[in-house]
């Protein structure tokens, strides 16, 4: 059953007394499953997908600027003069999204559909393919607002640019959102029509995208799932937290899983609302430090770290590397430098297995470095880091927090999940 916004002002009173609220419920794993796309079967770098991830994630963080210049009328501090027109230029890529993501299970509408998503704390909205979507959906489950007797059109169209003059766009509906069992009431969420040519089947397994992030950067300019579910009363705390490592990957909501990780967190606190952007105190390379008062953007939909251009030359040249691949930087695979990022005093080494995207495809010696020349201020500090520490996301505090795995973090490559 589908209700428009107009039926519903009319129903208003029918359904505050109609429907209950549901109860506060403690906190919920879900299994998270990966697939990546950024080496050859020979540990040599995918040059492609490598020019993908950065793409993928300047737009998207360039959107976010944009979004939030829109709905709170301010320029976001970490955006470029000119970054858009440097995006722009280029040739075409074969990806438009990140080719290294982490996805899992929710169910929308009433009664549930079950769909596969992206977890993304670099976004704030819910994007689906909807059920009268073209060919560029096919592949994917789609969300059916029609057999949902939740659902309810808003009425408002939506353009989401996921690459260089691509565009996913729909409707936006409200609905039941479900994640492991905590429920979001009305919650709004977009079903496309059409998705852009990087999120085809083929290039792009979930079925869609949630964001994480905070409102003001919201292409919707609603509330994102999970604050929809703390402002509900569906979590015992306002806090979600990420393991990306084996054995075990998973996104636990209402709390952080304390099988998880060992010792206390070091938080760092959100230096500007939108993004989940704190202050990193410093970067070390071998003991010594290289750069300091960094701003960085915590980023489960990104896969490399992708640092300020002038910042990232600094570090390489510190450490002996040189330019490789238009935004990378290459440095001698017998000679891995301890790079160390320092959030909230405390100190956090970057594996040498995460340090390392791969080996040049141009000389075996020389590997690839994750971390990577950005045009926008913050940093992006992708899974590449994350994948070392149990991470924590806390809405009511604006702080993001780090841990010690209980287990030391390992490769890990997992199929899709099985839906019913």
Same mark, same amino acid.
């Given at each position: ?25 403690? *906190? ?8 990546? @796309? ?10 492609? /997908? ?23 009328? /301010? ?7 000119? /970054? ?11 990806? !438009? ?110 079925? *869609?995208?949630?964001?994480?992030? +905070? ?12 604050q929809t579910l703390v402002t509900q009363g569906q979590t015992n705390?306002?806090?979600? !937290? ?65 640092? +300020? ?14 330019? *490789?691949?238009? @935004? +990378? ?16 005093? @405390?100190?956090?080494?970057?594996? !040498? ?16 470095? @994750? ?29 993001? *927090? ?6 030391? !973090? ?11």
């Amino acid at each position: 059953m589908r209700f428009t916004l107009a039926t519903a002002i009319v129903s208003v009173p029918f359904f505050v007394a109609a429907a209950p609220q549901p109860a506060k419920q403690g *906190g919920k794993a879900i299994p998270l499953f990966k697939r990546s @796309s950024l080496v050859n079967a020979d540990m040599s770098v995918n040059i492609e /997908a490598l020019k993908s991830d950065v793409a993928s994630t300047r737009v998207k963080i360039l959107r976010g600027f944009d979004n939030f210049e829109r709905n709170t009328g /301010a320029l976001h501090p970490s955006a470029v003069k000119g /970054a858009r027109k440097r995006t722009s230029a280029g040739q075409p890529l074969d990806y !438009a999204v990140n080719p290294n993501i982490w996805f899992g299970i929710i169910d929308v509408g009433t009664p549930p559909q079950a769909l596969v998503v992206q977890f993304d704390t670099g976004s704030s909205d819910l994007v689906l393919p909807g059920v009268d979507c073209d060919k560029s959906c096919n592949g994917h489950r789609v969300y059916a607002p029609d057999l949902s007797e939740t659902s309810m059109e808003v009425e408002e169209p939506f353009f989401i640019r996921y690459n260089d003059g691509e565009n996913a766009f729909g409707e936006q509906y409200t609905d039941t959102v479900s994640i492991s069992g905590l429920t979001a009431i009305d919650q709004t969420l977009g079903a496309a029509s059409h998705y852009s040519d990087g999120l085809r089947f083929e290039r792009f397994l979930p079925d *869609g995208i949630m964001g994480m992030a +905070f409102q003001s950067i919201s292409v919707f300019n609603q509330c994102p799932v999970f604050q929809t579910l703390v402002t509900q009363g569906q979590t015992n705390e306002p806090v979600f !937290a990420f393991s990306l490592a084996a054995p075990g990957p998973e996104l636990y909501i209402g709390g952080t899983n304390p099988n998880m990780y060992t010792g206390d967190f070091t938080w760092a606190h959100v230096i500007q609302h939108g993004f989940w952007e704190v202050n990193m105190d410093n970067v070390m390379r071998n003991g010594e430090v290289v750069l300091t008062n960094v701003p960085c953007i915590i980023d489960t939909g990104t896969a490399l770290i992708h640092g +300020f251009a002038e910042d990232v030359e600094t570090l390489y040249a510190a450490i002996g590397g040189m330019p *490789g691949y238009n @935004s +990378f930087y290459v440095f001698p695979c017998d000679a891995v430098p301890n790079i160390v990022f320092t959030f909230g005093g @405390s100190p956090f080494p970057i594996s !040498a297995e995460t340090l390392i995207i791969g080996i040049s495809p141009d000389d075996p010696a020389y590997c690839v470095g @994750s971390i990577i020349a950005g045009n926008h201020r913050s940093w992006i500090v992708g899974s590449v880091f994350l994948r070392n520490f149990y991470t924590a996301f806390d809405v009511s505090n604006m702080r993001v *927090g780090f841990s010690t795995l209980a287990q030391p !973090a390992t490769p890990i490559e997992s199929p899709m999940p099985v839906l019913p």
